[in-house]
């Protein structure tokens, strides 16, 4: 079996936002669908051991912020490699309320859906949760939705572990020649820092050397220190 196959099918990248009574949490995921038109409904597939997932079997609530194109790394890791449970995920990041209550991620957002839970499918490690949609709305309409495959290719972003694409081997990265300056791989997250781009959202100029990064530089998708970087061989 070839499973880089699935990496050929078409996912999008969002926010899944979820909760009641003031305790809310959000992540991203890639698995959202539109399933019927009449009435309008959706499904999210989430992982069981995330914090959104315990949120929406409470509430029976979630909401969809697409995210754009120019959506920066820091707000992905943020959701995507942080714990909800640890942190305050909306912390300094722009939301507003929706229909259901349910805190919506307007940042960098192209558009958004609120949707009531009204069906589920026990998937193993996931659940699909179907939902009947009760608002939605572009936000805005110049901005190009990110892809999962722009998100790989341009961004160089990575699977959480927990997400439904994750594979225990992904791809592995060509081997550079012995001529080029050594790349190095964040082990938190799976991120390389490759010296040729540099980090053009850190302001780090391409031909900067993984030695010479500020001593307060960290990973720009899940935050994490230079010590948690190894070489890549």
Known sequence: MNKSAFYKLSYGLYVITSGKEGRFNGQIANTVFQVTSEPPTI???INKQNFTHEQIVASRLFAVSI????????????????????IDKFDGVRTRTGKTGVPIVIDHAV???????????????????????????????????????????????KAPKNAPTYQKEEAPEPAAPAAKTARFVCTVCGYVYDPEKGDPEGNVKPGTR???????WVCPVCGAEKDKFEEQF
Request: net charge negative.
């Open 67 to 86: 995210l754009e194109e120019a959506t920066p790394m820091t707000l992905i890791g943020r959701f995507g490699f942080k714990c909800g449970r640890d």
């Open 210 to 216: 993984f030695e010479e990064l500020p001593a307060d």
């Open 43 to 45: 499904a999210v597939s």
């Open 111 to 157: 558009a958004f859906i609120e949707a009531e839970v009204v069906g589920e499918m026990d998937c193993g490690t996931h659940t699909i949760f179907l939902g009947q949609i009760v608002e939605c709305d572009i936000l805005d309409a110049a901005a190009e939705p990110m892809t999962y495959a722009y998100y790989h290719k341009v961004k160089g972003g």
